[in-house]
């Protein structure tokens, strides 16, 4: 699989990364044998950027991790993250060291390579750009010069103003980006983002500045396999991201893209989405989440066909205005 170095951090990662979170669910709800034989699968393919947090099943992602890495002896590009809660805002330097602390620990790992902040930027309830900017760079630089980790990064959610605040300070090595068929403004201003949700182009700005850019969402919580149906380990139920106001109206816009199946352009909706994420310009790796093997073969398959061509990223668009 593609390699790709993520931004100016000269850290090289697989063009697809596995992503052990709740929404797809194998990493949390899974068998221990189940997440065992996903992960082998995963390295097996080339995959080598696995994503986590804390947040994830209440630690129980990483605890998984942490025990199925051990029992394969691999040791992949590991990132993890932090959300602050509410209570300690007044404490934001004191909650990351202690976060992550916890995460090596359930990880059981002395360090990780990403380290990222999990809170929204900007809007009601996220962080501000200076609490981001004076209170929590320096805490996760401080643990990066204690060789907790290597690279910071964020989640970039909240607002399109105090997002750029923060990734023109040059002082992040990787954001995380929505970016999907559905709400592709991040990185392809040709089609503007939904109405409150329009980041048009900030994803190629951070990628000028040499941040290292992650997707996530790339299939939009599962909506982008047109199927309503939700696999047993996977989340019950999924609040969309950037996307369309409800996880049904995803579906139903993904839907609108089946002419392109009967086309020829791919094999099936998710195959379509994998593609148009993964190969999309600017980005480095793209984060896919799954409940089963078969969807990771699925993914794997997708990547191996490569990008889509310049006719059929026309048509998408045309598709979806």
């Known amino acids: 699989m593609e390699q ?10 697989s063009a697809l990364g596995y992503g052990a979170g709740a929404v797809g669910g194998l990493m949390v709800r899974g068998s221990p044998a189940e997440q065992e034989r996903s992960l082998a699968r995963a390295f097996e393919a080339g995959i080598t950027y696995v994503d986590t947090a804390a947040l994830y099943g209440d630690g129980e992602s990483e605890r998984n991790l942490g025990r ?6 691999a040791k992949p590009v590991l990132g993890t993250k932090v959300r602050l809660p509410p209570a300690s805002r007044g404490d934001i330097a004191g909650a990351i060291t202690r976060s992550l602390e916890a995460s090596l620990r359930r990880l059981g790992r002395e360090s990780v390579d990403l380290f990222q902040l999990h809170d929204p930027i900007g809007g009601a309830g996220g962080l501000t750009p200076a609490q981001v900017l004076e209170e929590a760079v320096p805490a996760l630089q401080g643990l990066r010069a204690a060789g907790k980790c290597s690279l910071l990064g964020i989640t970039a ?10 990734l023109r300070s040059g002082l992040l090595d990787t954001a995380q980006i929505p970016f999907n068929l559905l709400n592709p403004s991040w990185l392809a ?10 980041f048009t182009g900030l994803g190629q700005e951070a990628a000028a500045a040499g941040v290292g850019l992650i997707g996530i ?3 939009a919580g599962g909506a982008l396999s047109g199927e309503a149906g939700r696999h047993p380990v996977a989340m019950p139920e999924v609040a969309p991201i950037a996307s369309g106001p409800d996880y049904a109206a995803d579906v139903a816009a993904a839907r609108r893209l089946r002419p392109l199946l009967a086309e020829g352009v791919a094999g099936s909706l998710a195959e379509l989405a994998i593609r148009y994420a993964a190969f999309a310009p600017e980005m480095g790796c793209a984060l896919i989440g799954t409940a089963s093997l078969d969807q990771l073969e699925a993914a794997i398959a997708a990547v191996g066909q490569g990008p889509l061509p310049a006719a059929a990223l026309a048509r998408i668009d045309a598709l979806l205005a």
Do not use: N, T
Not at 4 to 13: D, E, I, K, W, Y
Not at 68 to 73: M, N, S, V, Y
Not at 189 to 198: E, I, K, S, V
């Open 157 to 166: 959610l909240g607002e399109g103003p105090a997002l750029r605040d923060v």
């Open 217 to 219: 969402r790339i299939l």
């Open 189 to 198: 201003p040709r089609r503007a983002g939904l109405p409150g949700q329009d």
């Open 68 to 73: 199925a890495l051990k029992a394969l002896g």
């Open 4 to 13: 790709r170095v993520l931004g100016r951090s000269g850290l090289a990662v």
